[in-house]
């Protein structure tokens, strides 16, 4: 369920701990409750579309869905409209505003010879009736899915003045059959590729700050040994291969060190190492197990759970070395710490009864909110603008992924209809 128990238990759970996508082209199923407390309305209307675009590939439905999921935005019926424009010459505003639109989008897709596209799009507001922002994109027909997304960053940002989410990716583990694999997607699932593949458990994801590299652990040679891997060459190597287990990678936000867990002396200890191997340092030195390291965002401090207390809770570390001090003191039972990007938040797994939940934690002020309502939630990790925070749980025993906003109120959960998904982590 954690690193801690995992350790306990000789790291004999972490062979169970995996997995996801079932085809590489197949999307995640997503299904979503609850809402923002004031949802914008708009229209995303049908593009003018060139014939042999996909069903899968029609960039209305791709945006209106990247909106949707945000739980900021009321996405509007518009079947039943009799004039649908895709120019805002052709808007009449009446009708909108009547649907109680604040805001609708029109756009075409036109060849443009040579296999390329090109792709337009106008934001206009429907209560002043002006543009609000337009933009065009020359594309191939490959690029059809991460343009939409890009549009929809584009609406979100200038709607919500927060950045959009619908371009990044993120990474998990997937168990097909006997074989794992660590697959990385698209944030709506789509587009799913491995990064590496084995008949041995893979485990702990952890991308690199530049989002070109992957850092994980594999059980191929028969024990687990920490290994980084580009994406963009698919070339890898060695990180740690020490004496007992190697686990836990994470990298610090400058990407020249990452921080890991050995059993290279005793027990389990948090250590250091520079990205290319070279520098291993000790941090903690504890008759405890200490593991699940994470920097701060500021690289000053590493946060990682302990039982050296008595019961798992979180601490924190000088990056360099040093004495150790608690961060969590409500309930006995908290591991998994994962900051928000600005470093106001800390999201931890927490024991609720005898339930694993996501906990958020304000810095500030120590305030903490559970988020989720699962019974075995784990591995939480943060969207790049701090709005959501994937994890992974169970449904019907069955390993998948979830997500809520940071205030608790939007969630989602994202499955397929076969598979065991665990361990996300959200690409920078």
């Known amino acids: 369920m954690n690193e801690i128990r995992k350790s306990l238990l000789s790291l004999i759970l972490l062979a169970t701990s995996l997995l996801s996508n079932t085809q590489a082209n197949a999307a995640l199923e997503i299904e979503i409750s609850g809402g923002g407390a004031q949802q914008i309305p708009i229209a995303i209307l049908p593009y003018a579309e060139p014939t042999g675009i996909s069903a899968k590939d029609s960039i209305h439905e791709i945006v209106a869905a990247d909106l949707k999921r945000s739980g900021l935005f009321r996405v509007l019926d518009t079947r039943g409209m009799a004039n649908l424009p895709t120019a805002p010459n052709q808007i009449k505003y009446a009708e909108w505003s009547a649907l109680q639109a604040q805001a609708m989008t029109v756009g075409h897709v036109e060849n443009m010879g040579g296999g390329r596209l090109k792709v337009s799009f106008q934001l206009m507001d429907v209560l002043k009736q002006n543009q609000l922002m337009g933009m065009d994109y020359q594309i191939a027909p490959t690029q059809i899915r991460a343009t939409a997304h890009k549009i929809a960053d584009a609406i979100y940002e200038k709607l919500t003045g927060e950045k959009g989410i619908f371009s990044s990716r993120i990474a998990y583990i997937n168990k097909i059959g006997k074989r794992y694999a660590l697959q990385v997607s698209d944030a709506d699932g789509y587009n799913a590729q491995n990064v590496v593949s084995s008949s041995e458990p893979i485990i702990s994801p952890a991308w690199s700050p530049d989002g070109t590299k992957m850092a994980y652990v594999s059980f191929e040679k028969k024990k687990p040994i920490v290994y980084v891997q580009s994406l963009t060459t698919g070339a890898r190597k060695v990180l740690a291969n020490y004496k007992g287990n190697n686990s836990a990678p994470t990298w610090s936000p400058d990407g020249s060190k990452l921080a890991i867990v050995l059993t290279y002396g005793a027990n389990s200890q948090i250590y250091t190492i520079n990205a290319d191997g070279s520098g291993l340092k000790q941090v903690t030195k504890s008759n405890a197990i200490d593991t699940e390291p994470a920097y701060s ?32 003191f409500e309930g006995a039972y908290n591991v998994s710490p994962h900051f928000s990007p600005d470093g106001r938040y800390l999201a931890y797994i927490r024991n609720d009864g005898g339930r694993f939940k996501v906990a958020l934690q304000d810095l500030s002020n120590g305030q903490v909110q559970l988020l989720s309502e699962g019974a075995q939630d784990e591995s939480p990790s943060f969207s790049p603008n701090g709005r959501v925070i994937l994890y992974a749980t169970k449904v019907r025993g069955r390993g998948t992924l979830a997500a809520v906003s940071s205030d608790g109120r939007v969630r989602q959960r994202l499955s397929e209809s076969t598979g065991d998904v665990r361990e996300p982590a959200w690409a920078p």
């Open 297 to 328: 965002p500021d690289g000053k401090f590493i946060y990682f759970s302990s039982d050296r207390g008595g019961k798992p809770q979180i601490y924190k570390v000088p990056a360099g070395g040093g004495d150790a001090s608690r961060v969590t």
